[in-house]
T-cell receptor
Framework: GAVVSQHPSRVICKSGTSVKIECRSL??????MFWYRQFPKQSLMLMAT?????????EQGVEKDKFLINHASLTLSTLTVTSAHPEDSSFYIC????????????FGPGTRLTVL | RKEVEQDPGPFNVPEGATVAFNCTYS??????FFWYRQDCRKEPKLLMS???SGNEDGRFTAQLNRASQYISLLIRDSKLSDSATYLC??????????FGPGTRLSVLP
């Protein structure tokens, strides 16, 4: 299957700092990328959907000024958590879809964010 | 009613057992269907896309019933390594992917 990478895999930061997470599709062009958040023992929660070159579409309740998403190319999307707080500590996972007619979604390995 | 619903689980089965998971979806216009598995503290991994005619991959068989808006996953000869949470995912064209809550499977020695 297609490969999606995420960096960093784990980050610990102080409250008030900003953290940038990168998501890359390594062997295909990602027409759409998704950002999810998952708290322990809970389901994935979609945060936003982004298409290359356009503004991300945020889900209800997700602050776009706090979670900045940039999808600058067909292989790279970034999520920046601005002014992070302890309640932002979570597992952040990106995914990407390409041009397959079946629209499979391939996930990155996730980034575990801990805000102290 | 949630858009995608799954068996609540957990399922605890012995090695070698056959286990079936069910999933229903509410949007009759949904176009693509998938089963993912997610191991603890890991990302979901695509297990199978579900085609209208049903499909099989080794010990795994997926079925789709559009009339009943129902998807199933059958695992035969369960292995310890099959222990995971199985996610039913539905894609609505032009909208997004909708995840079911997942069904947890534990295969016991």
């Amino acid at each position: 299957g297609a490969v999606v990478s995420q960096h960093p895999s784990r980050v610990i930061c102080k409250s008030g700092t900003s953290v940038k997470i990168e998501c890359r599709s390594l062997d295909f062009q990602a027409t759409t990328m998704f950002w999810y958040r998952q708290f322990p023992k809970q389901s994935l929660m979609l945060m936003a959907t982004s298409n290359e070159g356009s503004k991300a579409t945020y889900e209800q309740g997700v602050e776009k000024d706090k979670f900045l998403i940039n999808h600058a190319s067909l292989t790279l999307s970034t999520l920046t958590v601005t002014s992070a707080h302890p309640e932002d500590s979570s597992f952040y996972i990106c995914s990407a879809t390409g041009t397959s007619v079946y629209n499979e979604q391939f996930f990155g390995p996730g980034t575990r964010l801990t805000v102290l | 009613r949630k858009e995608v619903e799954q068996d609540p689980g957990p399922f605890n089965v012995p090695e070698g057992a056959t286990v079936a998971f069910n999933c229903t979806y509410s949007n009759s216009a949904s176009q693509s269907f998938f089963w993912y598995r997610q191991d603890c503290r890991k990302e979901p991994k695509l297990l199978m896309s579900v085609y209208s005619s049903g499909n099989e991959d080794g010990r795994f068989t997926a079925q789709l019933n559009r009339a009943s808006q129902y998807i199933s996953l059958l695992i035969r000869d369960s292995k310890l390594s099959d222990s995971a949470t199985y996610l039913c995912v539905v894609y609505n064209y032009g909208q997004n992917f909708v995840f079911g809550p997942g069904t947890r499977l534990s295969v016991l020695p």
